[in-house]
C-alpha cells in the first residue's frame, strides 16, 4: 500500500469552490487507486491581523482546521503570508506551520511519500519537508507557478532549488517541461503528465437547446477564467466587434470586471457581451456545450483544463500558442492557434464559424485525456520514488 500525502495550496474550499477543481479531481482519482492511502493538507495563506478583518480572509480564516472533503481526509493548516514582500517569505512560514502537523499526521500515516501540487511556495516547502522527514518528495508545476513565481525575483532561486532537489518533476505539458528546463531544472528528471476531463458530463449535447437556456440563437461564443490581464479577455472582447452576428458569454470573476464593463460600454457591445460571474464548474458543461466556439486569449497557460473540456464537449477552440497549445489543438477539428490580438481572434473565430468542424471530431482531440490515464500515471510515478 502507498501512503501519499498530498500537499496543494490550490485546492477548493467551502468559499472558494472552484479554486484549483483539477488538483480535486487528480486527488480523489489517486485516492480511490485500491492501493493507496491518501492525506491531503491544504493550506490556506493568511495576511496579519488586521488585515483578515476583509471579508474574503474573514471567510477563509473561518475554514475547519480538519474536516472531510469529499471523502478525503482534508487538513487546513493556516500560514502567515507578508504583502508587499513578492512571497519571498512564504516558504519558510508554510514550513514552519507544517513540520509539526506533519509530526503528528506521522505518528498514525507513516507516508511514503510527499506529493506536491503547486510548485510555489508548496514544491520548496515540501523539499524541507521531504528532508526533515526523510522521505522522497515529487512536485507538480502547472503553470503560474513557474511562469510567474520562477521568475519573479524574490521566488525564482526558491522555485529552482526545489526543481532541482526533487526526487521527481511533473509538468503538465512538453511546453512546460520545456519552460521549466529553460530555468536550470534538468529536463530529464521532469515527466509529463497530463490533465484529465469527464468525457461523461462534458460531451456534445443538442446545441441549439443549450444555447436556448441563455437566451442566445446566433453565433455563440464563450470564454473561460478569472478575470485578469493574463487571461485576455479584453482581446476576445475586441474581437467580437468585428463578429456583428455574435454574442460573447464570459465566465469568471477577478479585478478586472469594472474594466471589461467600461470596454463593452465603449465598444457599444453591452447587448452582446455579458459577463456571467463565477460559473460553478458543474455547470460549465452546459455552457461549454452551447458555445460555437471556445476563445481563451491567455499570454501564458500550462495546459489549460478549459481548452479539453471544451473539446469534449464538441466546440473547437481559439487559443494562443501559450504553453501546451500545440498539443491540444493538433487538428484542424480542435480549432486555431492565433496571435495575441482581436484582429487574429476575430478571424480565427469567423473561420470555425464559417465551416464548423463536426463535434465528434472535435471530441476526439479530448479522448487521451482522462482521469483513469491520469491517475494510472501519476501512482507509477510516486510508487517510483517511494519503492525504487
Known amino acids: 500500500m502507498l501512503r501519499v500525502l498530498t500537499l496543494s495550496t490550490l485546492f477548493p474550499d467551502a468559499t472558494r469552490p472552484n479554486f484549483g477543481v483539477f488538483v480535486e479531481r487528480q486527488t480523489l482519482g489517486l485516492a480511490a487507486h485500491p ?23 474573514a471567510d477563509l480564516a473561518k475554514l475547519p482546521d480538519r474536516e472531510t472533503w469529499k471523502g478525503l481526509d482534508t487538513h487546513r493548516p493556516r500560514f502567515t503570508t507578508l ?23 506521522r505518528r498514525a500515516f507513516a507516508f511514503d511519500v510527499i506529493d506536491a501540487e503547486f510548485f510555489f511556495p508548496d514544491g520548496p516547502a515540501a523539499i524541507a519537508l521531504g528532508r526533515h ?3 522522497p518528495v515529487s512536485i507538480k508545476a502547472r503553470g503560474a507557478d513557474i511562469h510567474h513565481w520562477g521568475h519573479a525575483p524574490a521566488t525564482a532561486p526558491q522555485v ?35 490533465t484529465g476531463v469527464d468525457l461523461d458530463r462534458f460531451a456534445p449535447r443538442d446545441r441549439a437547446a443549450a444555447k436556448a437556456a441563455y437566451e442566445v440563437t446566433g453565433p455563440l461564443i464563450v470564454s473561460l477564467g478569472a478575470l485578469i490581464p493574463r487571461k485576455g479577455h479584453d482581446i476576445v472582447v475586441g474581437a467580437l466587434a468585428a463578429l456583428p452576428d455574435a454574442t460573447l458569454l464570459i ?18 457591445l453591452g447587448g452582446r457581451v455579458r459577463l456571467l460571474g463565477s460559473v460553478p464548474h458543474a455547470d460549465l458543461s452546459a455552457l461549454l456545450g452551447a458555445a460555437d466556439v471556445m476563445a481563451l486569449a491567455s499570454s501564458s497557460e500550462g495546459l489549460a483544463n478549459a481548452w479539453v473540456e471544451a473539446l469534449a464537449c464538441g466546440t473547437p477552440i481559439v487559443v494562443t500558442d501559450a504553453g501546451g497549445a500545440g498539443e491540444v489543438v493538433n487538428d ?45 500515471a501519476l501512482y507509477d510515478h510516486l510508487t517510483g520514488l517511494a519503492r525504487p
Request: aromatic content about 4%; glycine content about 10%.
Open 35 to 57: 492501493d493507496v492511502e491518501l492525506q491531503l493538507v491544504a493550506p490556506v495563506g493568511l495576511p496579519p491581523w488586521p488585515l483578515t478583518r476583509h471579508a474574503h480572509y
Open 83 to 105: 504583502p508587499g514582500t513578492g512571497g519571498r517569505f512564504h516558504t519558510g512560514a508554510l514550513t514552519r506551520r507544517l513540520i509539526p502537523l506533519l509530526e503528528r499526521i
Open 133 to 135: 522527514f526523510g522521505v
Open 160 to 194: 529552482l532549488a526545489a526543481g532541482r532537489a526533487a526526487s521527481g518533476v511533473l509538468a503538465v505539458s512538453q511546453a512546460m517541461r520545456a519552460d521549466m528546463a529553460a530555468l536550470g531544472i534538468p529536463a530529464d528528471t521532469i515527466r509529463v503528465h497530463h
Open 251 to 268: 465566465a469568471g470573476e477577478g479585478p478586472e470586471r469594472a474594466a471589461l464593463t467600461a470596454q463593452i460600454a465603449k465598444l457599444g
Open 332 to 376: 484542424p477539428a480542435c480549432g486555431r492557434i492565433v496571435q495575441r490580438t482581436a484582429e487574429g481572434f476575430a478571424a480565427g473565430i469567423a473561420e470555425l464559424l464559417a465551416d464548423p468542424p463536426a463535434p465528434d471530431a472535435v471530441r476526439r482531440g479530448a479522448e487521451r485525456f482522462t482521469w483513469d490515464a491520469n491517475t494510472a
